[in-house]
C-alpha cells in the first residue's frame, strides 16, 4: 500500500471514531458538557471545522495549482505564527460558540469528507514532494494532512479522557 492510501485510510478511521463517538453522546451532552478548557464537545467540534477549513484551503490550491484562499480570521494575526494560535483559538471560540450542534456537526462532516475527496485526487508524488508548494515554504503537502490527523488525534483522545473520567 502506498503512503497515501495509509495516510487516507488513517484519516478515515480517525473520522469513523469520531462519527462513533459523537453518536454515542446526546446533544444535551455535546452541546452542554464542559470539557477541561471549559469549551463543550459542540464547541470541540466547531474548533475543529474551522481549523478544517484552512487544510481544505490548502488541499484545494494544491490540485487546482493555485495559492490557497484561507480563511481570513484576524487581519492583523497569523494563524501560522505558533505565538499567535491562543489569540486565533478564542477568537474562533466567540465566533462560532452560539451556532446550533447540528450546524456545526454538519459543516465539520461535510468538511472531513470534502477534504478526503481532494486528497484523494492528489497524485501522491506531489503530496510528498518537498518544495513543490512555494506557500508550503519548502514542506510537502502531506505534512498539512498529518498535522489535521494529529490535531483531530489530540482533541479526541482529551474528549475520551474526559468521558472515562466520568463514568
Request: avoid cysteine.
Amino acid at each position: 500500500m502506498k503512503m497515501k492510501d495509509h495516510i487516507l485510510a488513517a484519516l478515515r478511521e480517525q473520522f469513523e471514531s469520531w462519527q462513533e463517538v459523537l453518536a454515542s453522546m446526546s446533544e444535551e451532552e455535546i452541546s452542554t458538557s464542559q470539557l477541561p478548557a471549559n469549551w463543550t464537545v459542540k464547541d470541540d467540534v466547531a474548533h475543529l471545522w474551522a481549523w478544517q477549513q484552512r487544510t481544505i484551503a490548502r488541499m484545494e490550491a494544491a490540485l487546482f495549482n493555485r495559492e490557497p484562499e484561507l480563511p481570513q480570521w484576524l487581519p492583523e494575526v497569523n494563524p501560522d505564527i505558533e505565538g499567535n494560535t491562543d489569540k486565533v483559538n478564542a477568537w474562533l471560540y466567540e465566533t462560532y460558540r452560539e451556532r446550533p450542534w447540528h450546524e456545526v456537526h454538519q459543516k465539520w462532516e461535510k468538511g472531513f469528507t470534502r477534504l478526503l475527496g481532494l486528497s484523494q485526487g492528489i497524485p501522491e508524488k506531489d503530496l510528498l514532494a518537498t518544495g513543490k508548494y512555494p506557500w508550503l515554504r519548502g514542506a510537502p503537502l502531506v505534512a498539512v494532512l498529518l498535522g489535521t490527523y494529529d490535531h483531530h488525534q489530540e482533541h479526541l483522545e482529551k474528549l475520551l479522557a474526559w468521558r472515562r473520567e466520568r463514568q
